[in-house]
């Protein structure tokens, strides 16, 4: 089984999340506790690993019912912090369940999606219809980028699972209709987050600040950066959720445009590779879960950085591996792990060394996958 | 199966690279590749812009105010104080992201500073957010206090310690130290390129002003590291302010504080309320004591005074804000003649015991000028003419030197000139002769009779009337010059100088501006005039007994008519008086504003103030 690892993935994964806690240390937010997270993540990594993605199917009912206990519980007993109600006390640990609810979408609609090897109007409907419960608890908590996340889950899985043009032409047009009404929809914080973001200097002090002082932050940060533990803004607290929202900014002050492209490099060949599991799935279910990991950690990926670099309106999303907090970074690993067990599981001859306890299942995966074919 | 061989060594399979698959590889490659491309930008092309601003935000660099030097009389007393005042600084940034938490910190803020709230956010959101803001300038130590407590609640806000001048005795001091105040709008150009910062203070009257250069020192600055809240967090390079000198004023506090009293129980005796008096060592030409009233609060200028308290100050009748010793100009009346003496006696016209008539009045050219005495009070040489200061005598000898050699001797004793004190606002009086009235005319009429020197100009110029006008200071000066046998002295506020260490960095010497062109004789015989005035059988003598000081000395009374000509002129007082006779030690003038009878009124004021020289001071003062 070590063999079949893809042990790029697995250096990739260990060299973000190095990355993540120096910054997090640099960012003096409690490095040791994201040391403790990432440790606890690579356990659920090796977990998620060994254990058969295939028998997530079978779970993935009470998953969802699971996680949309959590997003209820968050609602009415959930602990509320930065305006929002997103925690809950666990065992003593805060968790944030849209966080987790991220990778319990792409386990859910993969298993959904993998019931037909077509996508036809009413799965079209019934995998919507999935997402939007989730999506309608998170977005009222309220965590608009999560929400982001979600729907960019749900629509990359649909994409990768073969939805027709049409259906998702029309889940487009849908949001594009929507973008006029978002004003009415949005919070008050964040309709000024989204004016803001069209003119910083309407409120330098306030949601502007953010924004400007976090690109102050990526600009000084120039060519070969101020150096690890020496970004000036970072350091002097004029960058706001260094360790969170800003992380990337705090990074990007320190190690410069060189480090940064480094950054997205590591990035984009994790991606690559998430998607190369995804073609080398032994069945539909497999690669739809690889599919579901890859759209989530690129929005997270496209979002967080896209804020920090001015690009894109403020949203609270981390970046995947870096950005101090448990949940997050836990999600993102056990999304790996499932990846890393695609990976192993993968599609090959039939006759070849079938894995002592999975060999049946194995088959019937090649076997779905050359009728889909 | 075509990938069957690849599979047998474990191999990962080729993937299948499905048309979707690779759309979302595209996508990724893109995303990334925008992100970078804007990063790119933002590092690169903006990148120095945004170091410079990143720079801007977190480097801060700070004026370290001097300490302004510490004013002592002679003997170390200090006169004035720099005591602390604190100021409520915000720095915007430093207030919270959140505008709930921003607007309860405004709420907070305003209850402990009772600065409305609309003001305070007027003021913060418009300044820049990364410059320290004086929300509340001149806290009490209450106020101070509270806010300290509170400090940890109030995120970007902090107290700022500067240090204001506190002036021990105003009413006694107020006049020779004035005061600082803030730089006014037409210097900031000028004081800027020295060096000043715009909300500086800078000395404005007094010796406060005239010191300032001593008294300013050197401000420091430092280049810190500030966070986003404006906490300093390291000192990147400083360097300290220098203290300014400390001045030992020439003053003796304890004489300038009984000058102060007899002058002011002198005034309330008569009823009148305005004065000087100037007292000088004739054999140093330090100013001893300088007292001009009414007095004002200095202190009420130190923080910026009120529109009311300034307005009440400008528009007083008595003028408490004109420092009648330096800048107030009057004639000199009778204490001249010494002057008109000496230049008869010098210029051979009248010798020590040359004897003249004094007659009721003298007849110039069909004008009469009358004599104090109605009556004549026989012949008489020079000395009796001062101790009887007989007006027709003088009027003779001012006659015969002319007007011309008479201001040359005027000049000789300092008058008309404005003395290099140091204090700004110095006035030089007044010494008039014949081309100086022509100049006041112009060109176009030279002869008619304004602008015509006429003889009754001369001799009324004899007994300090005419044009004539002279200070306080001067008097002093001038009686000082007579005391020490005709050296004019260049008088002086400034005893030493020290630097903020303690070494002495200038001390003053006496400095001799000229000597008067006469001879030590003559100058004895006037002398010796002014020494009979006081003694019997003239009725000053009568002061000196009633106040158990000895008449060793010479003195000479003066009341001058002021507001043009004729009989009936308000006056003003004047004594001028030097002691002891043989070897003087203090020289004096005072003055009584709308004095009527100057023996009566300002003499006795001069005798107070000798007697206390010379039960607390003289002995001292010889050691």
Redesign the interface.
Known sequence: MI??L?RLQVVLAAMLASLGVMTVFSARADWQRQVVWVIAGAAIYVAATTFDYRRLRTVAPALYGGMMLMLVGVHLVGHTAL?ARRWLAVAGFPLEPSELSKLVLVVVLGAYLARTDRIGWRAFAGALGLAAAPACLVVTQPDLGTTLVLAAVTF?ML??G?ARPVQLGSVLTAAVVMVPSLPNLLRGYQQRRLEVFLNPSLD???AG??LI?A?????????FGRGWLHG??GQ???I?ERATDFVFATF??EF??LG??VL??L??TL??RV??????ASDRFGELLA?GV??MI?VQ??EN??MN???LPIAGIPLPLISYGGSATITTLAGLGIVQSVTVR????VH?EPLPINGQESLLGTITRRAQA | MSELPLQLGGVAPQPRWSLRLTAAATLAVLVIGLLAVKLAQLQVTDGSRLAAMAQANTIRHLVLEADRGIIYDRHGAPLVENSPVWSLVVVPAGLPPAARDRAEELVLLARLTGVAEEKLAAQLLNADPFAPATVKANLSQADELAINERLPELPGASIAQRSIRRYGEPMVFGHVLGYVGPIDSSHVKSLRAAGYQPDEMVGKVGVEAGLEELLRGTDGWADVEVDARGQVKRVLETQAAVPGHAVYLSLDAALQRATAASLAAGLARDHKTAGASVVIDPRTGEVLAMISLPAYDTNLFTRGISQADFSRLLNDPDKPLLNRAIAGQYAPGSTFKMVTATAGLQEGKITAETLLACPPYINVNGWIYHNWASYSLGRMNVARALATSCDTFFYQVASMVGDVTLARYARAYGFGTAKAIEMPGVTAGLVPDRIWKQLQCGVPDLNSDECRWSEGDTITFGIGQSYLLTTPLNQAVYVATLANGGHLLRPTLVHEVRDASGRVVQTQKAEVTSDVPASAGNIQSVREGMRQEINPPYHMNFWFRASGVPADGGGKTGTAQWGGSGLDLPTHAWFVFFAPYAQPEIALSVFVERGELSEVQAAPIGVDITKFYRDNLSSIRRQ
């Open positions: 063999r079949r893809d305006g990359g994409f990768l073969g330098p002090l306030g600040y953010n002082q690109r102050i932050a990526v600009g000084s940060g120039g060519m000036m803004q002097l607290g004029f706001p990007a002050e410069g445009l940064s492209l997205l490099t990035f984009g991606l690559i998607l190369r599991s995804a073609g080398v599919g890859f759209a690129l990926l496209l950085v896209g670099i001015g690009l993968r599609r090959r001859v070849e």
